[in-house]
């Protein structure tokens, strides 16, 4: 008796064809699928990690962050009038090496990476800093420490240098650093407790939540 080779018909070959491909499909990685929230999150933890060794620096220099503590004491007081965090956060060294990538955001296409501090400045901040924010504050909640530097104030961005935050002056973003997501244009602002919050351009940000008159912020 002559036996006789099973084959698939036409229609089964692309049955299988069909599956295969929904298989790979759902395979896929899907990481690309939100590009925008890994560096997004990038710049929030950032800005966590700074907020922890300013504080870790405090812990070690009486309750100060490094604008209020003298350079001969480890601190930066004197750079107060140049207005460059990378000042203050240069004296922040020991608590962050080698994670020298953490002063830039992701998003950032004007600010570079830097790979050592021997030539670090504000060409390598994405970050603004706070000089009269104090460690021992009652109201830390709502002080803010820091935060991405694409601040504007009557839709005129903040220049890079000494800005000074007086009581009810309204906030907002330019479009820069995270322009192209879906809660934006906003930022991420750092308080003195710790904590960071995404703010929208909407929430209007001022000095009369801080409970400060005023608020000198380092731009870069």
């Avoid at 800005?163 to 330019?174: E, K, S």
């Avoid at 710790?194 to 000198?216: I, P």
Wanted: proline letters at 7%; one cysteine or more; aromatic letters at 8%.
């Amino acid at each position: 008796m002559k036996k006789t080779a099973n084959a698939l018909t036409l229609i089964e070959v692309l049955v299988v064809i069909a599956v295969i491909g929904v298989v790979l499909l759902l395979a896929l990685p899907t990481h690309d699928r939100r590009p925008t929230r890994a560096p997004m999150a990038q710049c929030s933890n950032n800005l966590r990690q700074i907020g922890l060794s300013l504080h870790l620096f405090a812990a070690n220099h009486g309750d100060q962050f490094p604008p209020q503590v003298s350079i001969t004491n480890g601190g930066s007081m004197e750079f107060v009038g140049r207005g460059s965090p990378a000042a203050h956060f240069q004296t922040l060294s020991n608590e962050m090496t080698p994670y020298f990538k953490v002063w830039t955001c992701p998003t950032d296409k004007m600010k570079k990476p830097t790979t050592n501090y021997a030539a670090f400045d504000d060409h390598n901040v994405s970050y603004f800093l706070s000089m009269d924010a104090a460690p021992a504050a009652t109201n830390a909640q709502f002080i803010i420490l820091g935060g991405d530097r694409h601040l504007e104030v009557a839709g005129r961005p903040v220049r890079p240098g000494l800005f000074t935050l007086t009581t009810n002056i309204p906030l907002g973003w330019t479009r820069e650093l995270h322009g192209d997501t879906a809660q934006s244009p906003g930022g991420f602002m750092l308080f003195v407790d710790g904590h960071v919050e995404f703010r929208g351009r909407r929430r209007v940000l001022a000095v009369r939540h801080q409970g400060l008159a005023t608020n000198l912020l380092a731009v870069p």
